[in-house]
């Protein structure tokens, strides 16, 4: 297939996912499978250290145009969604998870976005940010606690406006990709932040659509992820503040 037909490019981080992964790719199969336009759907691992690659070895007679970015050590998941992107080649660029906890199903309303000349959407699970989003299964109270706070934290020092940045279903067309990802700095759960505040730094138009997200609980996103954000979040507006983006 040629690189210049490809449409949408879906990236999906998987660090240990050998559980997870196969559910996840069959969905992403049956509903690209039945659009009009072409696709590719890539899997960027993390250095798993479990038997995803085995798992995924076996799945790659049974996804359709599924390519495989393989690393041995693990750099953490803003690494990975960047090094998935700037090897996608999709005119539209979208990551998501790996448990589909925004079903792939969410692009039928970016889709419009983009036809109306956004250059990022983004999903959302709260309901200031899009009506009617909604966390169908929600996280646990002290998660969703420490979340909220959090995001105050993230507008106040990097993003203004956005009431949830960290939802993992976001979506680039491939001129933002490419002005964006080269820059990133954020290996780590942060990484939404600092493509966000490239983004409006950059003056690119981002739309948002609501999210009906199931959570997992088996989500790899400890408590200290969320400490390691707020730090990250400070290094992004102090990287701002340097000078150290190209903008």
């Known amino acids: ?54 798992v995924l070895k076996g799945m790659m007679s049974k996804i359709k145009n599924l390519r495989i970015l393989d690393r041995r050590v693990n750099r953490g998941k803003g690494h990975t969604v ?15 998870d790996a448990d589909n906890s925004t079903d792939i199903s969410h692009f039928d309303k970016m889709e419009p ?16 940010d899009a009506p009617g989003a909604r966390q169908a299964v929600p996280q646990t109270w002290y998660k969703r606690l420490v979340g909220n706070m959090g995001n105050l934290f993230i507008q106040l020092v990097a993003v203004r406006g956005i009431w949830d940045t960290q939802c993992g279903f976001k979506a680039f067309r491939d001129h933002t990709v490419e002005k964006i990802f080269p820059q990133t700095l954020i290996e ?8 966000l505040a490239l983004a409006r730094a950059l003056k690119y138009k981002i739309g948002v659509i609501p999210a009906h997200w199931i959570n997992d609980p088996r989500s790899h996103v400890k408590f200290f992820g969320y400490l ?15 000078g150290k983006y190209n903008l």
Not at 121 to 126: A, E, H, L
Not at 188 to 195: A, N, Q, R, S, T
Request: overall charge neutral.
């Open 228 to 242: 390691q954000v707020l730090w990250e979040t400070v290094k992004i507006r102090w990287n701002l503040s340097l």
């Open 113 to 128: 976005l983009f036809d109306q000349g956004y250059d990022v959407v983004i999903c959302s699970r709260d309901s200031k």
């Open 82 to 96: 960047k090094e998935g992107m700037l090897k996608a080649v999709g005119r539209i660029r979208l990551f998501s």
């Open 188 to 195: 780590g759960w942060g990484f939404d932040i600092e493509v």
């Open 1 to 54: 297939m040629p690189h210049s037909d490809i449409y949408l490019s879906v990236i999906v981080p998987a660090y240990n996912e050998a559980e997870r992964l196969p559910k996840t790719l069959r969905r992403l199969q049956e509903y690209l499978s039945a659009k009009l336009f072409n696709y590719e759907i890539i899997v960027a691992l993390d250095g798993p250290t479990d038997n995803t690659r085995e």
